[in-house]
């Protein structure tokens, strides 16, 4: 049976000092929580081994936000996923909407990405999701489909249990605006039914799919209670201990 998961994505925030403050205060906040979803978050490269510590003793699990699709060399300022296991990190999140437009991560360097990530048994938060244009011009089924179809349909049914998949229309990405309900619900339904055609209704059923834009405190219920919708990445509402907490608490 699939898991629910909120994961916040800390993205380029919280130097070592705050890092620290925002997991102890996120400690604190949801301890006695009694809640069925992994609660994950991505802070930068150079503070994965603090949260590492730091989330001790929590339900808290500790996620990259990226990695490199080479197993070391010449790569200077990169981070290879070998690396990323040394220090005990499970989780990477891959081809987040950030990475493709302003680092040129496509689909080839993405499907090495996620390659190399299943080599390291690292599991894989798969971001994807088309633009305002694809979705003005009708065509966010197609961008989506290509998206997914392009890195993850060669996988076979045993990698795939290392997948979850992570719906961010970047249009809603930062910008407050969050897809409704309903868009959320009939897209993670489309996407699972691409699944389903291509590796059957059961697997389709065990993979987690979550939400990403603008989700906050106020809309997370509502979109999470649709039955397709497995949790959200959280990007700016991840940042603050009791948001985050109040989003936890809506799945
Ligand atoms: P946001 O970011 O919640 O700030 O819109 C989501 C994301 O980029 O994963």
Redesign the pocket.
Known sequence: MRKNIVAG?W?MNNNAEETQQLINNLKIAIEGLNTEARVIIAPTFVNLSLAQNAVNNSIIEVSAQNMHQAKNGAFTGEISGSMLTSIGIKTVILG???RRTYFGEDDAMLTEKVKAALENDLEIVF?FGELLEDRKSDNHFNVVESQLKNVLFDLTATEWKNIVLAY?PVW????GETASPEQAQEMHAFIRSLIADKYGAELANDVSILY????KPNNAEEIFSKEDVDGG?????SLKAEDFTAIIKAI
């Open positions: 994505n993205k987040h909407s950030e971001c961010e809603a990405i930062g910008t990403g834009g603008s989700v990445l959280i990007g700016g509402a």
